[in-house]
Structure formats: structure tokens, C-alpha cells
């Protein structure tokens, strides 16, 4: 008979991670974070030294921009190597990176969870467009961070007379997963998780290379559990941890809703926008959702959209999906990102991303830190801070239709709304409006080449992509370009003859 996985306490199971493992952590924001694990980890290595030269792997950013989650693991000699999708949440990590301590790359988030599922297979690697034309491609730095970080990890390759991008793989010797229940065998199932993530494939690929998998777990149980409830079979579980409620709470913002686990109620109302400029936006966003659209809001600014589609009773009308897994529900915002309220369905993350990248999106609703004189977009670089990003490249190149939100300057804006008119009363320090971006996480020339949808929506004006770059195509009642938008711009002015922003973007809130 096969052995069963053994329970241990937290430092013990981590004490069995070598010096230079390369290590998949799993987890979304706070959601799926196996907690109890990275502190247990940090603990040891603070204490003991060991272990040392880590690689670290991660498709989506954990932490909660303080000390929880993949932060526990930013020392200086406990890593050699990180490759993530995210860091904004880990902003310690952030710090090795730019400081060059570490060796450390940003790869889009939807190609690592798949690319652990090829890992698991023995496949080469996986075979995309994602990323082509941006910092990723290998023609523009290849996602690498720092003049630190020599080895390639992707390359440019001709297949059927078509370039695209191969993501290599490499061996993975450790998994740290997180379910809510282990049984006496070792099988997880997520009762009470809000996602599922890649835990799967992080659990395969570890398991055939010979390495070891550390599932932390809410509770045992004694019986077998149910056949069709387990999404990692415990013939690939080694240890079993079980943590304190305070290491599992369900994510970094809650210890437990039911409502990210459940469905067939109500759906809660989000509290009515106030802010002026993010009442424009997300009103002029929500207009380019059809009905029957299935549709990703990132997090920010977009997140507005949902809850004035709740206000106009638009919220049923169309599909909201997470990249995590979750859809339909209202996607759940901060440190609970990732997770769904009422959700439909909850489904793996790679599995998610296979449909966003074959074309499953109508629109998504993204955010955009810098825009560029030819539609590029960068939302990793900003300022002296690396955020990396995360699910956008995928999400931002597969979209039929795409709509970037974004205050059309930032730091110190203000507006007011009289009458349905807009008047700047204090202007933003920061342009957004950029003749070249810093970095390029979606590129302006390739969408208008294959011919996507973009509109670029401020609380000014609205933006649209051509093959010759940025139209103005609306301005706000009130709005002088010549005033208002030229003279805040590294660029200008457009082409376009602009029509009037909707009146109903301009609407007070419902009482």
C-alpha cells in the first residue's frame, strides 16, 4: 500500500525544503495562501540560515502590501531566483528586485499558471502570442528585471510561418498548496476556499519531479472524502499541515464569507460611487458592456463598473468573470481580490486563462498607469516602484473589446459636476498621457493591426485607437480641449472630431 501524507506541524514540513529548491507557492492576493507555510518558512531561515538560493515561482501577486504572504520570504540569501507574475503586493520583493539583490523576472500571470501545467507534463514549454511586442518578448527584455538576470526564459519562434513566444519550463521541487480539508489519505478538497488557483498542476509537477508538495489545510477528517470534492488526490501529498484559523482566514480581508463559496442568493449591492471623476468613468466604461457580454474588470478604477451596474440594474445583464477562476457573482475588491460574491462557478485559474486566451472575453475593463501617443499601455513600472502585471498582458491582448479606465492626470486631481457640465478645480500633478511609455504591457500598434476594439476612457474625454495611434473621439460637457487636454499631454493635439461624453455619465448617484 501506498504511504498516506503525514501530519506535521508547520516547521516541521518546512524543514524539508533543500537549499536550492526551486519553490511554487500558490495563492491569489490573500485567497489560497498557504499562510502558515511562507511564515514558517521566514521563521526558519531567520533562525537556522537554511534553506538558501530558493527559487521562487508564483503566477499571481500574494501579499498584502505589509508583511503576509510572499513578503515573508523577501531575505536576501533565502532566494536566489523569483519568477512571478505580480509584485505589487509583495513590495519587499519589489525591493530586492530593483536593489538587484535577487535575480527576478515578470511574466505574464495567465502563462504561468499554464506553464506549471506543462511543467507537471513534461511538455517544452508553452507556445503563445501573449506578450509579443511587449517587455516580455525577449526582443524588449524578455521579462527580465534586472541587469542581474542573464539566462533567457523566453524565446521568439516560427511555427506554421507565425512568430510567436515559447515559455521555457523548468523543474519544480517543492509545492506549497492550500485546501480546506485533508482526509486520512491525504485528499484535499476547498470547501471553504474562494478559489482553486493552480494547486493541481503546482501538485503534478512537483510530484514527478521527484520533490515534495506541503498541502496547509483548515481541519481533518476521518472518513474518505468524497471522490468528485477532491481537486489534489493525496498520492501527491507529502505532508499535511493544519493551521491556525489566524493563518487561514478564507483571504487577507475576511476570515470567512459564505458568500464566495455559495450561490442562488442575493447578490449584495456595492455602495454607491461618490468620487466625481470615478462616477464618469465607470459610467461611460459601463455603456461599451452589451448585454449577454462575458466580461473581466480589473481591479482599481474598474471596479466601479460593477457597482454602477448595480445601481442602473444593469448587473444581470451580463457575466462578470475573475481571472482566479470565479464566474458570474460580483467580483469581490482589495485584499479579497479574486474571489466572487454569488459566484456561478468556480473553476482553476489555468483553466480560466485557456479562456480568456482563446477568445472567450467580449470586453474587459482594465486600468492603465501610463498611455502612450500610440496606444501602448504600461501598468508594471511606475515611478521608482515595480508592480509587475500580473493577468493583464493575457487579459489586455485576447479581449474582443477593450476599454482602459484612467483619470486623465493623477496626484492631486479634483473635479466637480454642475448642471451635467464637468470643471477641473484642481488639476493633477501627473500626466497619464505619455509620448512613450515606460514600459509596454499592452502594445497600441498590434491591436490596431488586428484589429481590436480599444477605447480609452477618462473623465474628460474618451480615446480611441486607429492604425495612426490615439483618436479623440468625446469630450465632457464643459471641457475645452484646447484648455482641458492639450496642454496636460506629452502629445497633441488628435486628430478626431469629438462628439459630447453621454449626458448619463454626468448623472448624480441613485438615493
Same mark, same amino acid.
Given at each position: 500500500?501506498?504511504?498516506?501524507?503525514?501530519?506535521?506541524?508547520?516547521?516541521?514540513?518546512?524543514?524539508?525544503?533543500?537549499?536550492?529548491?526551486?519553490?511554487?507557492?500558490?495563492?491569489?492576493?490573500?485567497?489560497?495562501?498557504?499562510?502558515?507555510?511562507?511564515?514558517?518558512?521566514?521563521?526558519?531561515?531567520?533562525?537556522?540560515?537554511?534553506?538558501?538560493?530558493?527559487?521562487?515561482?508564483?503566477?499571481?501577486?500574494?501579499?498584502?502590501?505589509?508583511?503576509?504572504?510572499?513578503?515573508?520570504?523577501?531575505?536576501?540569501?533565502?532566494?536566489?531566483?523569483?519568477?512571478?507574475?505580480?509584485?505589487?503586493?509583495?513590495?519587499?520583493?519589489?525591493?530586492?528586485?530593483?536593489?538587484?539583490?535577487?535575480?527576478?523576472?515578470?511574466?505574464?500571470?495567465?502563462?504561468?499558471?499554464?506553464?506549471?501545467?506543462?511543467?507537471?507534463?513534461?511538455?517544452?514549454?508553452?507556445?503563445?502570442?501573449?506578450?509579443?511586442?511587449?517587455?516580455?518578448?525577449?526582443?524588449?527584455?524578455?521579462?527580465?528585471?534586472?541587469?542581474?538576470?542573464?539566462?533567457?526564459?523566453?524565446?521568439?519562434?516560427?511555427?506554421?510561418?507565425?512568430?510567436?513566444?515559447?515559455?521555457?519550463?523548468?523543474?519544480?521541487?517543492?509545492?506549497?498548496?492550500?485546501?480546506?480539508?485533508?482526509?486520512?489519505?491525504?485528499?484535499?478538497?476547498?470547501?471553504?476556499?474562494?478559489?482553486?488557483?493552480?494547486?493541481?498542476?503546482?501538485?503534478?509537477?512537483?510530484?514527478?519531479?521527484?520533490?515534495?508538495?506541503?498541502?496547509?489545510?483548515?481541519?481533518?477528517?476521518?472518513?474518505?472524502? =468524497?471522490?468528485? %470534492? $477532491?481537486? !489534489?488526490?493525496? @498520492?501527491?501529498?507529502? /505532508?499535511?499541515?493544519?493551521?491556525?484559523?489566524?493563518?487561514? *482566514?478564507?483571504?487577507?480581508?475576511?476570515?470567512?464569507?459564505?458568500?464566495?463559496?455559495?450561490?442562488?442568493?442575493?447578490?449584495?449591492?456595492?455602495?454607491?460611487?461618490?468620487?466625481?471623476?470615478?462616477?464618469?468613468?465607470?459610467?461611460?466604461?459601463?455603456?461599451?458592456?452589451?448585454?449577454?457580454?462575458?466580461?473581466?474588470?480589473?481591479?482599481?478604477?474598474?471596479?466601479?463598473?460593477?457597482?454602477?451596474?448595480?445601481?442602473?440594474?444593469?448587473?444581470?445583464?451580463?457575466?462578470?468573470?475573475?481571472?482566479?477562476?470565479?464566474?458570474?457573482?460580483?467580483?469581490?475588491?482589495?485584499?479579497?481580490?479574486?474571489?466572487?460574491?454569488?459566484?456561478?462557478?468556480?473553476?482553476?485559474?489555468?483553466?480560466?486563462?485557456?479562456?480568456?486566451?482563446?477568445?472567450?472575453?467580449?470586453?474587459?475593463?482594465?486600468?492603465?498607469?501610463?498611455?502612450? =501617443?500610440?496606444? %501602448? $499601455?504600461? !501598468?508594471?513600472? @511606475?515611478?521608482?516602484? /515595480?508592480?509587475?502585471?500580473?493577468?493583464?498582458?493575457?487579459? *489586455?491582448?485576447?479581449?474582443?473589446?477593450?476599454?482602459?479606465?484612467?483619470?486623465?492626470?493623477?496626484?492631486?486631481?479634483?473635479?466637480?459636476?454642475?448642471?451635467?457640465?464637468?470643471?477641473?478645480?484642481?488639476?493633477?500633478?501627473?500626466?497619464?498621457?505619455?509620448?512613450?511609455?515606460?514600459?509596454?504591457?499592452?502594445?497600441?500598434?498590434?491591436?490596431?493591426?488586428?484589429?481590436?476594439?480599444?477605447?480609452?476612457?477618462?473623465?474628460?474625454?474618451?480615446?480611441?485607437?486607429?492604425?495612426?495611434?490615439?483618436?479623440?473621439?468625446?469630450?465632457?460637457?464643459?471641457?475645452?480641449?484646447?484648455?482641458?487636454?492639450?496642454?496636460?499631454?506629452?502629445?497633441?493635439?488628435?486628430?478626431?472630431?469629438?462628439?459630447?461624453?453621454?449626458?448619463?455619465?454626468?448623472?448624480?448617484?441613485?438615493?
Amino acid at each position: 500500500m501506498r504511504r498516506a501524507a503525514r501530519v506535521v506541524g508547520a516547521d516541521e514540513a518546512v524543514a524539508a525544503i533543500p537549499t536550492g529548491a526551486t519553490v511554487a507557492v500558490g495563492g491569489f492576493v490573500g485567497a489560497g495562501h498557504p499562510e502558515a507555510l511562507t511564515a514558517a518558512l521566514e521563521r526558519r531561515f531567520l533562525a537556522t540560515g537554511t534553506p538558501r538560493d530558493l527559487t521562487l515561482v508564483y503566477a499571481a501577486g500574494q501579499g498584502d502590501r505589509g508583511s503576509r504572504g510572499l513578503n515573508h520570504l523577501a531575505h536576501a540569501g533565502l532566494l536566489r531566483r523569483v519568477i512571478g507574475g505580480h509584485w505589487n503586493l509583495a513590495p519587499r520583493l519589489g525591493q530586492l528586485a530593483l536593489a538587484g539583490e535577487i535575480e527576478a523576472y515578470n511574466l505574464p500571470q495567465g502563462v504561468l499558471s499554464v506553464l506549471l501545467r506543462e511543467i507537471a507534463a513534461g511538455r517544452p514549454g508553452v507556445f503563445t502570442r501573449v506578450g509579443l511586442e511587449t517587455f516580455v518578448d525577449p526582443l524588449h527584455g524578455g521579462g527580465r528585471l534586472n541587469a542581474r538576470t542573464t539566462e533567457p526564459l523566453v524565446e521568439r519562434v516560427e511555427i506554421d510561418g507565425e512568430t510567436m513566444l515559447r515559455y521555457r519550463t523548468f523543474p519544480v521541487n517543492v509545492a506549497l498548496i492550500r485546501a480546506t480539508t485533508a482526509d486520512r489519505r491525504g485528499n484535499l478538497s476547498f470547501e471553504r476556499e474562494g478559489l482553486i488557483g493552480e494547486v493541481l498542476p503546482m501538485a503534478q509537477a512537483a510530484h514527478n519531479q521527484g520533490g515534495i508538495v506541503i498541502a496547509q489545510v483548515e481541519r481533518m477528517t476521518d472518513g474518505a472524502a =468524497e471522490p468528485k %470534492s $477532491v481537486r !489534489v488526490p493525496g @498520492l501527491l501529498v507529502d /505532508f499535511v499541515v493544519v493551521a491556525d484559523a489566524a493563518e487561514h *482566514a478564507q483571504t487577507f480581508g475576511t476570515a470567512f464569507e459564505a458568500d464566495f463559496v455559495s450561490a442562488g442568493g442575493l447578490v449584495p449591492v456595492p455602495e454607491p460611487v461618490q468620487i466625481p471623476e470615478r462616477r464618469v468613468v465607470g459610467a461611460r466604461a459601463l455603456r461599451e458592456i452589451r448585454k449577454g457580454d462575458v466580461v473581466n474588470l480589473g481591479i482599481g478604477l474598474p471596479e466601479t463598473v460593477a457597482a454602477l451596474a448595480a445601481e442602473r440594474g444593469r448587473l444581470g445583464e451580463f457575466t462578470l468573470t475573475v481571472e482566479s477562476g470565479p464566474t458570474g457573482g460580483l467580483p469581490a475588491g482589495g485584499l479579497s481580490f479574486g474571489c466572487s460574491r454569488q459566484p456561478e462557478a468556480i473553476i482553476d485559474q489555468p483553466a480560466q486563462f485557456d479562456f480568456y486566451d482563446g477568445g472567450g472575453l467580449d470586453v474587459a475593463v482594465l486600468g492603465a498607469a501610463e498611455v502612450g =501617443e500610440d496606444g %501602448s $499601455v504600461n !501598468v508594471s513600472l @511606475l515611478g521608482d516602484r /515595480f508592480a509587475g502585471a500580473g493577468g493583464f498582458i493575457n487579459i *489586455a491582448q485576447s479581449a474582443r473589446r477593450l476599454v482602459f479606465c484612467c483619470p486623465f492626470r493623477a496626484d492631486g486631481l479634483a473635479v466637480e459636476i454642475d448642471g451635467g457640465r464637468l470643471r477641473i478645480v484642481r488639476e493633477g500633478a501627473i500626466a497619464k498621457f505619455v509620448r512613450r511609455v515606460k514600459q509596454v504591457c499592452f502594445h497600441g500598434p498590434s491591436a490596431a493591426a488586428r484589429g481590436q476594439q480599444v477605447l480609452y476612457v477618462t473623465e474628460r474625454a474618451v480615446f480611441t485607437l486607429g492604425p495612426d495611434g490615439l483618436r479623440l473621439s468625446e469630450v465632457a460637457p464643459g471641457i475645452d480641449p484646447a484648455r482641458d487636454l492639450w496642454p496636460g499631454m506629452e502629445f497633441g493635439p488628435l486628430r478626431g472630431t469629438p462628439v459630447p461624453m453621454p449626458s448619463d455619465c454626468f448623472a448624480a448617484p441613485v438615493k
